[in-house]
């Protein structure tokens, strides 16, 4: 299993990451932690998850439910709680599940990694995210009416300085080794680093944003960024909440699927997109690849810092995604999916 370095540190993370956001959801306990000793043993040192888990639904109800799943794990095998590098999030604005939908600040920042450090059974997380700016952003299909003309900058500077001050003070007690990003742009990561270089705070070390052969916005001025900075990606949704697997192709919704839960995929669902996914499919085919291994394989083999997140709702479908994880597309394949995305860019 291929390793890179986590951001500027001298952290060495797989660059496939097991996701865990359907744990609690469709994802029992029991099949949970068997997708934990199966991604280990197969090689993964990474794990990603959130306060907010699971999803499909989130309910207020179910909010940390993932974590606790996690946290029943580590509790089991407290031996192996350095075997990988743990992720989470704080949950932002507009989640009025989680403490009432406030902006993130320093005290809910602490207040919110105890409440983590206590589910997830552990004394520390290796990787804290902010799960999306206070500010907002354009994820989450809100670019097409994205407008940022809002924002105030000293307010937003004032927050960042703010954050930064509460991770350094959590970092130096122990609680969390590296401040990390989620769901932000390309001015906010800039200016996050900016300011923990001025002022000797915490620097961002990754960015979790959506990317896939159908969500491919970080390909511009994200990647440059992230070359010349070394800021880490942690892709998520590479398969696209499922569209590039197929198995929704011709009007199909399988039983326990995400789109039998969520109509629209969280927006991905659209007229153009299904055209898209099969000229994907298609190539696939054409070379005797798996389609999921090639979407995968894709994300891994961009020519910027990468590690991709990949959740599995059972332990079989984690069965065919290690299988593949070898795997590399040669560059008659990667020239084929280029022109593939010239012909359906942005279907979602």
């Known amino acids: 299993m291929r390793k890179i370095q986590l951001g500027t540190t001298d952290t060495m993370i797989t660059d496939y990451c097991l996701g865990t956001m359907t744990w609690g959801n469709q994802t029992p306990e029991a099949d949970a932690h068997r997708q934990m000793d199966m991604a280990l043993a197969a090689g993964i040192n990474i794990v990603d998850t959130a306060e907010m888990y699971p999803v499909n639904p989130v309910r207020a109800e179910t909010v940390g439910n993932t974590e606790t799943i996690l946290g029943n794990w580590n509790r ?130 990754s960015l979790q944003n959506e990317y896939s052969l159908l969500c491919r916005l970080y390909d511009t001025d994200f990647a440059e960024l992230a070359v010349n900075e070394q800021l880490t990606l942690l892709a998520y949704s590479p398969l696209a909440a499922g569209l590039l697997t197929g198995k929704y192709q011709n009007g199909a919704i399988p039983e326990g699927s995400r789109m039998a839960g969520n109509g629209d995929l969280g927006g991905r669902k659209s007229p153009r997109v299904f055209d898209a996914v099969a000229a994907y499919l298609d190539l696939a085919q054409k070379h005797g690849i798996d389609p999921v291994h090639m979407a995968l394989a894709f994300t891994v083999q961009r020519p910027f810092p990468v590690s991709t997140i990949f959740g599995a709702t059972t332990s079989a479908q984690l069965t065919r995604i290690l299988d593949g994880l070898d795997v590399t597309l040669s560059g008659d394949i990667l020239d084929e999916i280029d022109a593939i995305h010239r012909a359906h860019p942005l279907p979602y």
Do not use: C
Not at 106 to 118: E, I, K, Q, V
Not at 162 to 167: G, R, S, V
Not at 197 to 205: A, C, T
């Open 76 to 205: 089991a095998n407290p031996a192996r709680r350095g075997d990988y590098i743990l992720a989470t999030k704080i949950t932002g604005k507009n989640a009025a599940f989680v403490r009432m939908g406030e902006d993130i600040t320093a005290a809910s920042f602490t207040a919110a990694l105890d409440a983590s450090l206590a589910r997830l059974g552990t004394e520390y997380i290796d990787i804290y995210q902010m799960h999306w700016p206070n500010r907002g952003s354009y994820h989450f299909r809100q670019n097409w009416g994205y407008d940022p003309s809002a924002q105030v900058k000293s307010v937003t500077l004032a927050h960042m300085e703010e954050i930064l001050d509460a991770a350094d003070r959590m970092i130096k007690a122990g609680k969390m080794r590296y401040f990390a990003l989620s769901n932000d742009t390309v001015w906010g990561v800039a200016q996050w680093m900016r300011l923990s270089e001025e002022r000797g705070l915490p620097r961002v070390i």
